[in-house]
């Protein structure tokens, strides 16, 4: 069964932070890169982190010394510790497997994160 839940979004002031969680089921993230994307409203999706099955996280220039990105491949779960929100972090964020974007065609519910100043 093909299954992405992301949880843990919500509100939060600037400066502050929020850990995501992401639920795949192994089809998705068995041996791919993992990744973190988000769409804020009126934009298009984009890759914010993404981390290898066996190596360490890569972050986009926006979210870089502020975003962590981890995973447990035990439990096919991916992470993003975001900390020192800013309002232009406000998105609905969604984890997949590391594609060009028109070639991912299931996503998860994804999780809102808003960030108020």
């Known amino acids: 069964q093909v299954q992405l839940v992301e949880s843990g979004g919500g509100l939060v002031q600037a400066g502050g932070s929020l850990r995501l969680s992401c639920a795949a089921s192994?089809?998705?993230?068995?041996?791919?890169?993992m990744g973190w994307y988000r769409q804020a409203p009126g934009k298009q999706r984009d890759l914010v982190a993404w981390?290898?099955?066996?190596?360490?996280?890569n972050y986009g220039d926006s979210v870089k010394g502020r975003f962590t990105i981890s995973r447990d491949n035990a439990k096919n779960m991916v992470y993003l510790q975001m900390n020192s929100l800013k309002p232009e972090d406000t998105a609905v964020y969604y984890c997949?497997?590391?594609?060009?974007?028109?070639?991912?065609?299931?996503w998860g519910q994804g999780t809102q994160v808003t960030v108020s100043s």
């Open positions: 997949n497997k590391l594609r060009p974007l028109p070639v991912l065609t299931y």
């Open positions: 192994g089809s998705i993230f068995s041996g791919n890169v």
């Open positions: 981390i290898p099955s066996g190596g360490s996280g």
